[in-house]
């Protein structure tokens, strides 16, 4: 009794001839999208579908030396705070063709250099990491292995790998001189833990600066630090509104926390901004339908995503050494800050 037949795996050849296209046509549209007119892909991609068909990339990328996937690794996935900058990012690199891997370090940097050193094993043609601050050791490794690394979310000239993001602390300065200039002198401060954070360590920075501007005295601040969440937000409000002389502002290192404060207020009977103004960081969709909305610092993530796309991209392909970018802010003043009471 003889086996019956297995299914032929199909090729690239069987989807060219059943969307009546070249095989180059074929490749172009998995590969780079970008260059074959839209009714041509569409006919292609439905005939992959139809087929089944699943390119080779292990023998593609022993071919070209390339596996066409970039690495991320992001502090966090449990909160809107890096979501808009990395799908703009994932957007670009798709239409050339490029796989994004995504891994989450919980803020962690023993995880995230574990992390780091498995998407190099895996074979990742670049990496996209968030902050500039982490072990030189790790950057010479990336080094060694001679793997394009870019950094975004912060923009330092000095960095080893090229930045393209923005300047936490002038961001922040912006915000602090608008909320002293209302006639704040008691401020709190609800922040990420500052170790290993050089974006949060950088806004904290930038408070103590404008108060330095303004001749408060240092122990007009006060601080918690605390993990990003909304449940640790509103903690740390709690905390904050026990403290004497109790604060009259409230600064959010970022707008998760922000709106974790501001439910607590309103949970512990006090009027925002009446009683206390709270502000973010970040601007993101939570900032604009809570209520009152929410005074921040807008963030231009999706041009930040696109624009680290494009250059990571470019030094992958083109083995160019990245030029670092920056971006602009601006203060968005919304319902939740006021000046204080007299």
């Known amino acids: 009794m003889t086996a019956p037949p297995t299914e032929r795996t ?3 050849a069987d989807v060219a001839r059943r969307a009546g296209v070249s095989t180059a046509t074929v490749s172009r549209c998995l590969n780079t ?3 074959v007119i839209e009714e041509t892909r569409n006919r292609v991609l439905q005939a992959v579908r139809d087929l089944g068909y699943s390119p080779n990339f292990g023998a593609r990328a022993l071919a070209a030396k390339r596996t066409n996937t970039i690495g991320a690794v992001i502090p966090t996935m449990e909160n809107a705070i890096f979501a808009r900058g990395l799908q703009a990012f994932q957007e670009e690199l798709r239409l050339k063709g490029i796989t994004l891997l995504v891994a989450s370090s919980s803020y962690r940097a023993d995880l995230e250099e574990e992390q780091i050193r498995t998407l190099v094993a895996r074979g990742a043609d ?5 902050g500039a601050h982490r072990d030189p ?4 490794f990336l080094k060694r292995r001679s793997i394009p690394t870019l950094v975004a979310w912060v923009h330092d000239p000095n960095a080893p790998v090229p930045t393209i993001g923005f300047d936490n602390h002038a961001a922040m300065l912006d915000l602090a001189r608008r909320v002293i200039a209302d006639g704040h002198r008691h401020i709190g401060v609800i922040s990420a833990e500052q170790a290993g954070n050089d974006r949060a360590r950088a806004r904290v920075a930038a408070i103590r600066a404008a108060m330095d501007e303004a001749g408060l005295a240092p122990d007009a601040l006060s601080l918690v630090e605390t993990a990003y969440g909304i449940d640790e937000g509103a903690a740390a409000f ?11 502002v409230v600064m959010c290192g970022n ?3 922000a709106v974790g404060a501001m439910g607590r207020a309103k949970e512990m009977g ?5 009683d206390v103004s709270i502000t973010g960081f970040d601007d993101i969709e939570l900032a604009k339908v809570c209520s009152p909305g929410l005074t921040t610092v807008h963030v231009p993530h999706r041009q930040m995503g696109t624009r680290a796309a494009r250059a990571l991209i470019s030094m992958v392909s083109e083995g160019t050494p990245g030029q670092g ?18």
Do not use: K
């Open 126 to 130: 670049g990496l996209f990491l968030i």
């Open 325 to 342: 970018q920056r971006l602009d802010t601006r203060v968005v003043l919304r319902g939740s800050l006021g000046p204080p009471r007299a």
């Open 137 to 140: 050791a790790l950057y010479d």
């Open 238 to 248: 709690e905390a904050l509104m026990q403290r004497t002389p109790r604060p009259t």
């Open 33 to 35: 999208p970008d260059r």
């Open 255 to 257: 707008d998760v926390l």
């Open 270 to 274: 006090y009027d925002v901004p009446g």
């Open 10 to 12: 199909p090729t690239l």
